[in-house]
């Protein structure tokens, strides 16, 4: 992979309302412009998948799968 594009991600992020124990919540899902793959997430995952994506330690070039909650689509 190139310079730039190990230090380029680019993903579209979805918001949208669902039930969660019978009361509303916030859900997310990132899903990669390069290879089309979906994350669903709660938004305490989204964040913990982000810092583990782009933290201090993230980033390294390689595309790490993380364990998101709700599941990949």
């Given at each position: 992979?190139?310079?730039?594009r190990?230090?380029y991600?680019?993903?579209l992020?979805?918001?949208?309302?669902?039930?969660?124990?019978?009361?509303?919540?916030?859900?997310a899902s990132?899903?990669?412009?390069r290879?089309g793959?979906?994350?669903?997430?709660?938004?305490?995952?989204l964040?913990?998948?982000?810092?583990?994506?782009f933290?201090p330690?993230?980033?390294?070039?390689?595309?790490?799968?993380?364990?998101p909650?709700?599941?990949?689509?």
């Amino acid at each position: 992979m190139s310079d730039e594009r190990s230090n380029y991600r680019s993903y579209l992020l979805r918001l949208y309302k669902s039930e969660r124990h019978g009361r509303p919540a916030w859900r997310a899902s990132l899903e990669s412009t390069r290879t089309g793959e979906r994350v669903d997430f709660d938004l305490e995952g989204l964040l913990r998948f982000l810092g583990k994506r782009f933290g201090p330690s993230g980033l390294d070039g390689q595309d790490r799968n993380c364990e998101p909650q709700g599941g990949k689509k």
